[in-house]
T-cell receptor, first 109, second 113 residues
Framework: GQQVMQIPQYQHVQEGEDFTTYCNSSTTLSNIQWYKQRPGGHPVFLIQLVKSGEVKKQKRLTFQFGEAKKNSSLHITATQTTDVGTYFCAGPPDTPLVFGKGTRLSVIA | DAGITQSPRHKVTETGTPVTLRCHQTENHRYMYWYRQDPGHGLRLIHYSYGVKDTDKGEVSDGYSVSRSKTEDFLLTLESATSSQTSVYFC????????????FGPGTRLTVL
């Protein structure tokens, strides 16, 4: 079946360092969605990218959708302790969303 | 947060007993989903619904059944719980289709002894 792979699985950074997580699909995606789950919480929608090569920013977060619509990235500039959590990408070809396994971010103050 | 509640929030049960988890939404969204979340596996879709009495299987549906008799309620039943079904269960809803943005409930932590 369709798979969405995320790397890395874990990332530990010092506060103020940058962080990037990558999402790769085995098939072309109609869109890519990103979610954040705080420890003990539930996934919360962050953003959706639809167009090939699309780049969107939310404050210190930059999201990119690849030209071939098979990969995406989330980059956080100057991480803060509030960025702690697991970041999931999710993509649909023509089925319900398939979630990646997520990247767990730890921020050391 | 979207108007989604899950009950119970925590449950401990014995192997072999039936368990029903409830998801209730006040958003009037057509699509509802049940996921389980386990360490190392991320979110895996169990079943989903695309309308009242309309449901379909997800990736990990074995051992689970669902029912949706009203737009606002989606029930997940474990007919005979097993220890492998110990997990955190999330309900989610979406408005525009199965590829649309999803909004998640707070989750139910289920422990099967």
């Amino acid at each position: 079946g369709q798979q969405v792979m995320q790397i890395p699985q874990y990332q530990h950074v010092q506060e103020g360092e940058d962080f990037t997580t990558y999402c790769n699909s085995s098939t072309t995606l109609s869109n890519i969605q990103w979610y954040k789950q705080r420890p003990g919480g539930h996934p919360v929608f962050l953003i959706q990218l639809v167009k090939s090569g699309e780049v969107k920013k939310q404050k210190r977060l930059t999201f990119q959708f690849g030209e071939a619509k098979k990969n995406s990235s989330l980059h956080i500039t100057a991480t803060q302790t509030t960025d702690v959590g697991t970041y999931f990408c999710a993509g649909p070809p023509d089925t319900p969303l398939v979630f990646g396994k997520g990247t767990r971010l730890s921020v050391i103050a | 947060d979207a108007g989604i509640t899950q009950s119970p929030r925590h449950k401990v049960t014995e192997t072999g007993t039936p368990v029903t988890l409830r998801c209730h939404q006040t958003e009037n969204h057509r699509y509802m989903y049940w996921y389980r979340q386990d360490p190392g596996h991320g979110l895996r879709l169990i079943h989903y619904s695309y309308g009242v009495k309309d449901t379909d299987k997800g990736e990990v549906s074995d051992g689970y059944s669902v029912s949706r008799s009203k737009t606002e309620d989606f029930l997940l039943t474990l007919e005979s719980a097993t220890s492998s079904q110990t997990s955190v269960y999330f309900c989610a809803i979406s408005e525009g289709g199965v590829t649309d943005t999803q909004y998640f409930g707070p989750g139910t932590r289920l422990t099967v002894l």
